[in-house]
């Protein structure tokens, strides 16, 4: 072990995975951000955690399994002429479930009327209590889909066992330092909460393409994200120059200076 950190191409192997392990986690951020939304402000920082810690065990699970996962690339049958894999369901599943779950909310948030309920304590915390762990319980689910390519481009850009689990545990401790702020953020602004949906569909489709068999490259996807969520910042920055408050002069200051005598 001594020996292997010794070496300045373990660091930068450690460096890069690392980076491109919180870069394949972009999309984990954005589910897990409108899945925790759904919760109570209180209890949300504690779903992100939960949540980010289940992605980080199931990826060092499916890491020590490497062999099984790789097995899951075998063909299993055929469907129209084309072979299906374990991998390729699980990304169909997966893909499927974020497309319905996303336009589900895009039509709660839409469509649907929230009246304020006043339930007994008790029945809300019961509830609360459900909520919370049926949130959990969708995150898990999503995080075995998250973690497959991660997993599989990590056995890809490094040799040594270690460098692998270091690198994708700097990654969800990045993660969870910068998922809590990004959360807030799409909670106080309903139109990037919008946008965090649409990404959800894209990368849902994306899914789905690749369970089929056709490859989309995942720098086009984050580019598509990268650009509209700049424009729609810069949205945000013209609705809050159009709100400021108008600063009116006094008549001193519209007159000029008093002349001088």
Do not use: C
């Not at 690392?18 to 999309?27: H, I, P, Q, R």
């Not at 980010?52 to 469907?79: E, N």
């Not at 169909?92 to 319905?100: P, Q």
């Not at 894209?202 to 393409?209: D, E, N, P, T, Y």
Request: net charge neutral; no cysteine.
């Amino acid at each position: 072990m001594l020996e292997l950190a010794a070496r300045p191409e373990t660091w930068i192997s450690l460096a890069t995975l690392s980076a491109m392990e919180v870069v394949l986690g972009l999309d984990n951020i954005v589910f897990l951000t409108i899945l925790a939304g759904r919760l109570p402000r209180d209890r949300q920082p504690r779903a992100r955690r939960l949540g980010l810690a289940f992605a980080l065990l199931t990826r060092l699970g499916l890491l020590f399994a490497i062999s099984w996962v790789m097995g899951l690339t075998r063909p299993l049958f055929a469907v129209l002429g084309h072979e299906l894999s374990g991998r390729d369901l699980i990304l169909l599943g997966g893909g499927l479930f974020l497309i319905a779950k996303a336009t589900f909310e895009v039509h709660d948030k839409l469509e649907v009327e929230h009246a304020p309920a006043a339930p007994a304590p008790a029945a809300a915390s019961r509830r609360g209590a459900a909520s919370f762990w049926a949130v959990i319980a969708q995150i898990a689910v999503l995080d075995l889909v998250f973690s497959l390519d991660s997993v599989i481009t990590a056995v890809g850009m490094a040799q040594e066992l270690s460098i692998m689990v270091g690198a994708m545990i700097l990654a969800v401790g990045v993660m969870m330092i910068f998922a809590g702020p990004v959360g807030d953020f799409v909670e106080r602004h309903p139109t990037v909460k919008m946008l965090a949906l649409s990404f959800l569909i894209l990368i849902g489709v994306m899914l789905v393409a690749e369970g089929f068999g056709k490859h989309i490259e995942k720098g086009y996807i984050y580019f598509a994200m990268a650009f509209s969520l700049a424009v729609e910042l810069l949205n945000l920055r013209v609705r809050k120059a159009r709100a400021a408050p108008v600063h009116l002069h006094g008549p001193s200051e519209a007159q000029g200076p008093p002349a001088a005598t």
